[in-house]
Nanobody, 115 residues
Framework: QVQLVESGGGLVQAGGSLRLSCAAS????????MAWYRQAPGKQRELVAS???????YFADSVKGRFTISRDNAKNTVYLQMNSLKPEDSGVYYC?????????WGQGTQVTVSS
């Protein structure tokens, strides 16, 4: 049974930084794709950033230049470094791992950015 556990969320003032982590437990090999999504109240879940097994990355326009994504394959962990945070970055952040045909999601971690 694979589980993803997120950590690092919290309350921060605008302009501040947070680092989210998502680690997989259980038997998991060769994670193809790791990604972070977020969902604000009343809005659809949106893709924030992703990183492929080869290291190529994607960022939503709204976070380009402020967020970075990285992965540690040995630890089956993905990180999201969030700088220059804005109130509109607030929401529940979810990580997602794609392993072959399987799709795993974390339980979510709350990020609140105060103005």
């Amino acid at each position: 049974q694979v589980q993803l556990v997120e950590s690092g969320g919290g309350l921060v003032q605008a302009g501040g930084s947070l680092r989210l982590s998502c680690a997989a437990s259980g038997s998991i090999f060769s994670v193809n794709h790791m990604a972070w999504y977020r969902q604000a109240p009343g809005k659809q879940r949106e893709l924030v950033a992703s990183i492929a097994s080869g290291g190529s990355t994607y960022f939503a326009d709204s976070v380009k230049g402020r967020f970075t994504i990285s992965r540690d394959n040995a630890k089956n962990t993905v990180y999201l470094q969030m700088n220059s945070l804005k109130p509109e970055d607030s929401g529940v952040y979810y990580c997602r791992f794609v392993v072959g045909p399987s799709d795993y999601w974390g339980q979510g971690t709350q990020v609140t950015v105060s103005s």
